[in-house]
């Protein structure tokens, strides 16, 4: 149905800096997003699933979108939410029914033009998987958009849908990096440097070197992961498909993990246990 982000390693870095300027609030509107809701299989399973089109000029990182129930819903029309809760189950539920709401929140990045890959949606409180009955009693409310702006940097943007407003939080704008600026402290220079559509350094001081790389792939993971092994850290810790934890000779050690419904894998090299 839809097309994984392209494979970074050799690809481009991150989005070239076209200058400083902060966005507008409504850099992308809410119909260049071109989103659905509906049954798909994932993973295997049945489910309702989120999807969408990316006809804004920016990379999207993430977008999650919050429904709430009609005003008109009726007491009987809530039947559907009936099964939600396990059966011989000790959970007791926060809210009544009349409080339920869906998060679709699909973080496949997607760069313009293209279209990603449905990811679950979620009925909030419940134990049991939502339906297509129980969505069809909402309508949206807010949107949560994360996307990379024209400076390279991560951005969240708000839409009220029922207000058909916009805000731009300039408090969550998450800094990122281009590959051939890697940062030079001494942790992150014993790191091999990364190639992905979006690179973001969440931490970096004497203690650890922490990175996030968006838009890449289960290849891009397992290709890091040689890049790390030739660098020296050639001695496995532990392993699995989506992780591995790699030291060196010195004691150093990097942690890789990637998470394939994000399309990003997060990396971290420590120094040696006193």
Same mark, same amino acid.
């Given at each position: ?14 989005? !070239? ?25 994932? @993973? ?51 809210? #009544? ?29 419940? %134990? ?8 069809? %009693? ?12 024209? #400076? ?7 839409? @009220? ?6 805000? %731009? ?6 800094? $990122? ?6 940062? $030079? ?10 190639? !992905? ?14 990175? %996030? ?17 030739? !660098? ?5 810790? #532990? ?36």
């Amino acid at each position: 149905m839809s097309t994984e982000a392209g494979s970074a390693q050799g690809g481009t870095s991150a989005v !070239a800096s076209q200058g400083s300027a902060v966005p507008a609030d409504d850099a992308i509107t809410i119909d260049q997003i071109d989103w659905t809701v509906q049954e798909e299989v994932i @993973d295997g399973d049945r489910c309702v699933g989120s999807s969408y089109v990316n006809n804004s000029d920016y990379p999207i990182v993430s977008i999650g979108i919050e429904f709430t129930q009609l005003e008109d819903v009726t007491d009987e029309q809530r039947s559907v939410f009936d099964g939600m809760y396990a059966e011989d189950s000790d959970y007791i539920p926060p809210v #009544d029914a009349d409080e339920l709401y869906i998060d679709a929140e699909n973080q496949h990045y997607t760069a313009p033009g293209d279209e990603v890959d449905p990811w679950t949606c979620e009925l909030s409180y419940s %134990l049991n998987a939502l339906t297509m009955e129980q969505y069809e %009693l909402m309508e949206p409310n807010m949107a949560h958009i994360r996307y990379v702006g024209s #400076d390279g940097n991560i951005y969240s943007e708000y839409h @009220d849908f029922l207000n058909d407003t916009y805000e %731009l939080d300039e408090g969550e704008t998450e800094e $990122t990096i281009e590959s051939d600026t890697w940062p $030079t402290s001494d942790l992150a220079g014993m790191m091999p440097q990364m190639e !992905a559509a979006t690179i973001a350094v969440e931490h970096d001081d004497e203690e650890s070197f922490e990175v %996030l790389a968006y838009g890449v792939t289960e290849d891009d993971f397992n290709s890091y992961i040689e890049q790390c092994r030739e !660098a020296g850290f050639d001695t496995v810790e #532990d392993e699995s498909s989506m992780n591995c934890t790699l030291r060196n000779a010195d004691g150093y050690a990097i942690d890789i993990t990637y998470y394939r419904a994000y399309d990003y894998f997060y990396s971290e090299i420590l120094p040696p246990e006193v």
